[in-house]
């Protein structure tokens, strides 16, 4: 039996994944959670194999929940779960130790299987994701600007891109207003850009943020 950990603000889309995952036979939710500090304390105390893991998550997002996880439990299985294009975020959850990255539109099946090789310890990897690695592997001398971008600034990065002020950006991350100035200088410095509007399109150039 894989137990496993749900974690995803939505009851609605909690609900729905529990009544898919009835149906595998193998696969018992062994705890269920909305918010990423949820997540970190539930897998101190329960005895799970597996966290199925949202990246949009409110206090505390998905991302900063994985790194977190992964440094308290490095052999717990993580597959995230996102709305957002493989292309924004799959890549970098595969470097913070995900065990896979799976759209919300997949289907049932892909879904289960996605989980059941997840659990065993392997990595779920998509078509699409292969050849991003691949691409990405091949031009590894010739890493894209983003790329330099520690998390939290690819964090201050994407709120930029999606139009958030510095202070709404500071109230949502718990930051000060001058914390969160300066990671934006350095995104200016890294990316190129020379204001907001620069970064912003920067992110869609690059296809790093849902149109």
Do not use: W
């Amino acid at each position: 039996m894989i137990r496993l950990l749900l974690c995803d603000d939505h009851r609605i889309v909690r609900e729905g994944l529990k009544q898919i995952l009835a149906d595998a036979g193998d696969i018992e939710v062994a705890g269920e959670c909305a918010t990423g500090p949820e997540v970190i304390a539930k897998a101190r105390t329960l005895a799970i194999d597996l966290v199925l893991l949202d990246i949009a998550l409110p206090v505390r997002d998905g991302l900063d929940v994985l790194k977190a996880l992964k440094d308290e439990h490095p052999r717990l299985a993580v597959l995230m779960l996102s709305t957002y294009p493989e292309k924004q975020y799959a890549t970098r959850c595969l470097r913070l130790g995900a065990a896979g990255y799976l759209n919300k539109s997949a289907d049932p099946d892909q879904l289960i299987a996605a989980i059941r090789k997840a659990a065993a310890g392997g990595t779920v990897v998509s078509g699409t994701l292969a050849e991003s690695l691949a691409a990405a592997l091949s031009m590894r001398n010739a890493q894209a600007p983003h790329e330099a971008l520690s998390q939290r600034e690819f964090q201050v990065f994407q709120l930029i891109a999606a139009g958030e002020s510095v202070g709404a950006i500071a109230e949502r991350l718990k930051l000060s207003p001058n914390t969160v100035s300066t990671y934006r200088a350095r995104i200016l410095e890294k990316t190129g850009a020379h204001n907001d509007v620069g970064i912003a399109m920067y992110a869609v150039e690059h296809g790093l943020v849902a149109l």
